[in-house]
């Protein structure tokens, strides 16, 4: 099926948007490119529209969805009881890969996976803006891939995944950052990090000068319902490896296996390798990592074995994709 539009990120094509917009209006499905990854988008007020999202992700209908606005006013729509001092720091932070969980206000059950709190974020990317602008509407939109692989970083991988599932996919080049956005809930005098993202926990720290805690790390703390399902990974088996050392150890002994590393590592490796960026460039790394996790698949390698990277700033985010993805193996 013919559904899929090219748009300059920077300046999208006027008439693309007004005829998304309609389908977004019109309770269709639309996937657009975001500043994180590809979103598969629906009218967040409507519960047969996103009921759509559930159906053609293959998503459990428990695991909620982030609803994405353009403005402060949505917020107060679709959020409530907002205290002034985080409104204002959302204020300054948003447009950007942040998703903060709230008490929900005027929006419907589906969207919120039937909780009574809700995920907001403003994206950072003209397409998705100029969408729920133009529709008038919030925008529910969680990764465009099916349930359970890695989120797409492109057109073409939401093509492989949904195609013909969705109404139209805008296709603006690929997303900026390569994961998800980092999704956060305020919890007494601390910030609870139920997702890490794209924006890193030392920003978060700084900007609300609060303590902040990795909430997966923890024993019995709350957790995003989307923790308890398998995630962002490849078919085949994909294993983490501990050191470098170990890397080099397995490449001498061989196997039918292919290194997903670093520039630096693969220079050290007499290796199949799928490059991954440079480990001084996280965020190079983080651009590359899921579209790797594609690449292994159609390899002709049995397995992977995945370099172990810093977790500091964007690190964070990757080394818990690439845990959920190899599953503590
Ligand atoms: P996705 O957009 O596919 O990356 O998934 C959205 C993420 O946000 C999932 O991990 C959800 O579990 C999480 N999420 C959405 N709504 C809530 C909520 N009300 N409370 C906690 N986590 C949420
Ligand atoms: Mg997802």
Known sequence: MNNVVKVNPLNPDKDVMERAANIIKRGGLVAFPTETVYGL??????????????????RPSDNPLIVHISSMEQLYDVASRIPDFIAEKLHTIWPGPLTVVLPKGNIGKVATGGLDTVAVRMPAHKVP???????????????????GKPSPVYASE??????????????????????????IMFKEEEILILRPGAFSAEDIKEIFGMKVTVSSNLEGAPRAPGMKY???APSKKMFLADS?????????QRGNFVVLCSYELSRKIDCPTILLGSRKDLYEVARNLFPSFRKLDKS??????????EEKGIGLAIMNRIKKATEGK
């Open 41 to 58: 988008g629906a009218n967040a007020k409507s519960d047969d529209s996103c009921g759509k999202i559930y159906i053609a992700k293959g």
């Open 129 to 147: 803006l100029d969408l729920i602008r133009r529709s008038g509407l919030p925008i529910a939109a969680p990764s465009a891939n099916r349930s």
């Open 158 to 183: 939401v093509r492989e995944d949904l195609d013909e599932r969705v109404d139209m996919i805008i296709d603006g080049g690929p997303a900026f950052f390569g994961v998800e956005s980092t999704v």
């Open 230 to 232: 398998r995630h962002y």
């Open 244 to 252: 470098e050392e170990y890397i080099q150890q397995k490449c001498r």
């Open 300 to 309: 002709e390698y049995e397995y992977g074995i995945i370099e172990p990277f």
